[in-house]
């Protein structure tokens, strides 16, 4: 099956201990990206990859580092997490940037640090 | 760097009525494409319009883009408690290297 998947689900940590959320796609897709989203508001754009080994930030890339070192994967790496990183967070892919392209969304990773 | 506005923020209606949700930009988009996102999940394609002036139906859902290609329309008929949720549009920013969002509008359609 088609899919986008992240891990964990649901997370909770404490403040600056470092956790990574993986992201995998099985569709060969060339963009990947991730946002966050905070209750009651649209997403914003952490990261994105156009292709592997390429990646830009965002609107709101600070605190976060990724990399792109395989078509498959796409990790969101938190160094030192703060409380103003709780949040719902998703990964995304698409088979590239174009007008016809769809994004496929994963299911979602809800994060609380404390 | 080009924007996308959805306008409302939020629409809380009865059951059966109609509505209507606007996507707009200063900018050309190519195409816009609308997602539906339910709680806690993640936002699914509903439609990509492509066409200026295009108009797309979708069960009890139409889709119209703007002659212009700056703006975009969703009308509801009827609306569902189904049909909760957020609504987003998206487009290809001008250097096609990148998906940009509208802040989405918060649709609550109560039974």
């Known amino acids: 099956e088609a899919q986008v998947t992240q891990n964990p689900r649901y997370l909770i940590t404490v403040t600056g201990k470092k956790l990574t959320v993986t992201c995998s796609q099985n569709?060969?897709?060339?963009?990947m990206s991730w946002y966050r989203q905070d209750p009651g508001l649209g997403l914003r754009q952490i990261y994105y990859?156009?292709?592997?080994?390429?990646?830009d930030k965002g609107d709101v890339p600070e605190g976060y580092k990724v990399s792109r070192k395989e078509k498959r994967n796409f990790p969101l790496i938190l160094e030192s997490p703060s409380p103003n990183q709780t949040s719902l967070y998703f990964c995304?892919?698409?088979?590239?940037?174009?007008?016809?392209?769809?994004?496929?969304f994963g299911n979602g990773t809800r994060l609380t640090v404390t | 760097t080009q924007l996308l506005e959805q306008s409302p923020q939020f629409l809380s209606i009865q059951e059966g009525e109609n509505l209507t949700v606007y996507c707009n930009s200063s900018?050309?988009?190519?195409?816009l494409q609308w997602y539906r996102q339910e709680p806690g999940e993640g936002p699914v394609l509903l439609v990509t319009?492509?066409?200026?002036?295009e108009v797309k139906k979708l069960k009890r859902l139409t889709f119209q883009f703007g002659d212009a290609r700056k703006d975009s329309s969703l009308h509801i008929t009827a609306a569902q408690p189904g049909d909760t949720g957020l609504y987003l549009c998206?487009?290809?920013?001008?250097?096609?290297?990148?998906?940009?969002f509208g802040p989405g509008t918060r649709l609550s359609v109560l039974p």
């Open positions: 319009v492509v066409t200026g002036g």
């Open positions: 990859s156009m292709n592997v080994e390429v990646t």
């Open positions: 995304a892919s698409s088979p590239r940037v174009t007008d016809n392209s769809p994004l496929h």
């Open positions: 569709m060969n897709h060339e963009y």
């Open positions: 998206a487009g290809v920013d001008n250097y096609g290297q990148n998906f940009v």
């Open positions: 900018s050309v988009f190519s195409s």
